[in-house]
């Protein structure tokens, strides 16, 4: 009989967490260089932050699942300033960029602008 009370509350904090949605994390995706940090998940919500005082501004590009090309995310507010949104649909794919004033940024191979 122990036994089977046991099994019962095992089971309803399971089905509890559950319903809380403790059983779908969201993914996570990142990526950093010199004056920038991106991220993004599964969910579709993206960030983008500007780690570097200077006059350059910072940017993410990013890829949806079943989606082609990049969406590029930009964040000209300045200083350790972040941006945030959500695409609505799953990322698969982040890369932290910044814009080089009169010069190639490090993004620029990857997809330019």
């Known amino acids: 009989m122990k036994h089977t009370l046991r099994l019962r509350?095992?089971?309803?904090a399971v089905a509890g967490f559950t319903a809380l949605g403790g059983a779908s994390p969201a993914f996570a995706y990142g990526s950093d260089t010199t004056g920038s940090t991106a991220t993004g998940n599964s969910t579709g919500a993206w960030?983008?932050?500007d780690t570097l005082c200077d006059s350059e501004g910072a940017y993410g590009n990013f890829i949806e699942?079943?989606?082609?090309?990049?969406q590029r995310k930009n964040n000209n507010s300045g200083?350790?300033?972040t941006v945030s949104g959500d695409?609505?649909?799953a990322?698969?794919?982040?890369q932290a960029c910044r814009d080089v004033t009169a010069a190639k940024d490090n993004c620029g191979?990857?997809?330019?602008w």
């Open 47 to 49: 960030t983008v932050k």
């Open 91 to 94: 990322i698969t794919s982040v």
């Open 9 to 12: 509350v095992a089971i309803a």
């Open 79 to 81: 200083c350790t300033t």
């Open 65 to 70: 699942k079943n989606h082609t090309g990049v």
């Open 109 to 112: 191979g990857w997809n330019e």
């Open 87 to 89: 695409i609505g649909n």
